[in-house]
């Protein structure tokens, strides 16, 4: 691993301390997203992973300079904010003890007279009248670090604030947080490209078009950069090709649905009649000014690797393979003996496609990918999960590969689907064996066990 | 579809070919559309393709002049070159025509930029 993560300290350059404010969604994701960043960005990072806590948003990180908390930030969809972290403790009076003991010329650059600042109040799991908040800034013992600068609340030059965390339990919150932070701050994670990206202003879109958020996640994991060359192999209407241009990419896909690569489907939108003419992946890319970054998409079936020309191309293989569910899983059927296509069927036929059972699919996807992938290249992709039967011995395992992150996100309370991040660590050979799976989780289809029913048990109690 | 996508595919899915490489294009409808230049791109590209391929495919679509046979050997460097293959790579676009196996004849059809390489039940070989 490029970025060291444990605590230890053998460098002799300063490490600084910065307060990372996590969103609050996808909190399995959040380790996996910073790590594959900040290895993609060359942007060393550490923290004390034996304290890291997945309930609570603020999560302190040791770093050598401010480039790499920028990189950082300029990729993260899981990360809010970084701030300079000035001072922390676990009681109010262990925090201002901290801020007085804070170097007194530490905010000098931030706190000159032509400098406007404001101090904000952020608390997590617990509502706080603004009054409370303005006492809790009052309280803090600032005047001797001497803020020569005016306050501005809407544009400040800088921006301090003050995060309380009352742990996670909302009905149960403390009256005093557990843990306080004091800090300025840096910037932004880029929690606004969700919004920017949103498939309800998308182009075009299917029933099971990626929302953009994971799509940006699936990129981070994937480790995108710019020239990556990137082929979604399920690719659909795409969605997981626009993040991976945001990011750099240039992409690729293919698709076994000819209708849904035209565009001539069903629309997805509840109140559009027919497509527009000019729906496609192209036009999703050229909506955000990615066309650039377009290479092709190919009406194909991803179980035939043959297609392919043998060369490791691809620096990233990202998908989300049809489960059944919501889109059929198929490829084309091999011909039985008794069927024989004439001459003059040719024209206007249409294969027959068969079930593509969801083993397969992933045995398919890891050999191919084996194949197809740079040394170091990345391939990630959604694995749907019933929780109860679940385990790792379920996962698809290749020689080549090494796993690097398993992040659940649950769909119900029956029901998730996994990412994985696989690594190629070993080049391909001739001789190299096949991927396997240990434990098939998917014996009797997916699908009958997603709609099958729980049988209910009668309550005993109950009167009858 | 690309001539960089052109020069990754192969008729080989088809039931006893062999050799299907590279595939013979027959353009009926072939456009050039502006792609941002991006050197370092076209040249962490160049390895990985088979550059006899790419003449062949821009032979088939009168598209060669200019374009060497053979691959520059300080293509890192050479400018015109780079600039050359960006062109013939990514702005010459197939927009409707057939992609043929040299073995079989056997024809993929290309509809509107997007290649469609499904074969038939018969067609069909085990990988």
């Known amino acids: 691993m490029a970025a060291p993560m444990k605590p230890q300290s053998l460098s002799c350059v300063s490490w600084s301390k910065y307060l990372f404010y996590f969103a609050s969604e996808h909190l399995d994701f959040r380790l996996a997203e910073l790590e594959a960043i900040s290895q993609a960005t060359k942007s060393e990072v550490r923290f004390d992973e034996e304290s890291y806590d997945v309930k609570n948003p603020f999560l302190v990180v040791e770093s050598p300079s401010i480039e790499c908390i920028h990189r950082i930030l300029s990729r993260s969809v899981l990360l809010r904010s970084i701030h300079q ?75 301090f604030h003050l995060f309380e965390y009352y742990g996670w339990d909302c009905n149960n919150a403390p009256d005093e947080p557990y843990h306080s932070y004091f800090g300025r701050k840096i910037g932004e994670g880029q929690r606004d490209r969700i919004q920017e990206y949103h498939l309800q202003k998308r182009h075009f879109i299917g029933n099971t078009s990626m929302d953009a958020g994971l799509s940006f996640i699936m990129s981070n994991l994937a480790q995108v950069t710019q020239n990556s060359l990137v082929l979604d192999p399920f690719v659909g209407t795409g969605s997981l090709l626009v993040s991976a241009a945001h990011y750099g990419g240039y992409v690729m896909g293919t698709e076994i649905d000819y209708l849904v690569l035209h565009a001539k489907g069903k629309p997805s939108r509840s109140k559009q009649k027919v497509r527009a003419i000019d729906e496609s992946i192209h036009a999703n890319l050229k909506q955000y000014g990615l066309e650039s970054h377009y290479i092709d998409v190919i009406v194909a079936d991803s179980s035939k690797q043959n297609m392919w020309r043998d060369q490791s191309y691809f620096d990233a293989i990202i998908t989300d393979p049809p489960y059944g569910i919501r889109e059929p899983a198929k490829k084309i059927r091999a011909a039985t003996e008794d069927y024989i296509i004439t001459d003059d069927m040719k024209d206007c036929h249409y294969p027959q496609k068969e079930q593509y059972e969801l083993t397969d699919i992933f045995i398919d ?38 796993l690097i992150a398993n992040c659940e996100q649950p769909l119900s309370m029956k029901v998730a689907r996994r990412l994985i991040t696989m690594e190629k660590i070993h080049p391909y050979k001739d001789d190299t064996a096949e991927a396997r799976i240990d434990i098939d989780h998917f014996q009797g289809s997916f699908r009958q066990k997603y709609f099958h029913k729980e049988k209910e048990i009668p309550n005993k109690t109950n009167p009858s | 579809m690309k001539l960089l996508t052109h020069n990754m595919l192969t008729s080989n899915i088809i039931k006893g070919v062999k050799n299907g490489y590279p595939l013979k294009i027959a353009a009926t409808k072939v456009e050039e559309r502006e792609v941002d230049y991006n ?53 010459v676009e197939i927009i409707e025509g057939n992609l043929e196996c040299p073995e079989t004849g056997r024809k993929f059809p290309i509809t509107n930029g997007i290649p469609n390489m499904l074969l038939n039940e018969d067609e069909v070989s085990e990988k």
């Open chain 1, 85 to 159: 972290l000035l001072a922390q403790g676990t009681s109010t009076e262990e925090l201002h003890e901290n801020v007085r003991k804070m170097p007194k010329d530490l905010l000098d650059p931030y706190s000159k007279p032509d400098q406007t600042f404001a101090m904000r109040v952020e608390t997590f799991n617990k509502k706080i009248p603004q009054k409370v908040k303005i006492e809790k800034i009052k309280a803090l013992p600032l005047a001797e670090l001497g803020f020569k600068g005016t306050v501005d609340l809407k544009n400040p030059d800088n921006e």
């Open chain 1, 365 to 402: 996807l890891l050999n191919f990918a084996a194949k197809y992938l740079q040394l170091y290249g990345r391939l990630v992709y959604w694995f749907p999960v019933i929780r109860a039967q679940y385990s790792e011995s379920n996962i698809p395992q290749h020689p080549c590969f090494k």
């Open chain 2, 39 to 91: 050197p370092e791109f076209i040249t962490r590209l160049l390895p990985k393709l088979d550059w006899s391929a790419v003449h062949k495919g821009a032979v088939d679509l009168n598209k060669a002049e200019g374009v060497p046979e053979s691959m520059m050997d300080d293509y890192e460097s050479n400018e015109d070159f780079l600039k050359t293959a960006h062109n013939i790579l990514l702005q």
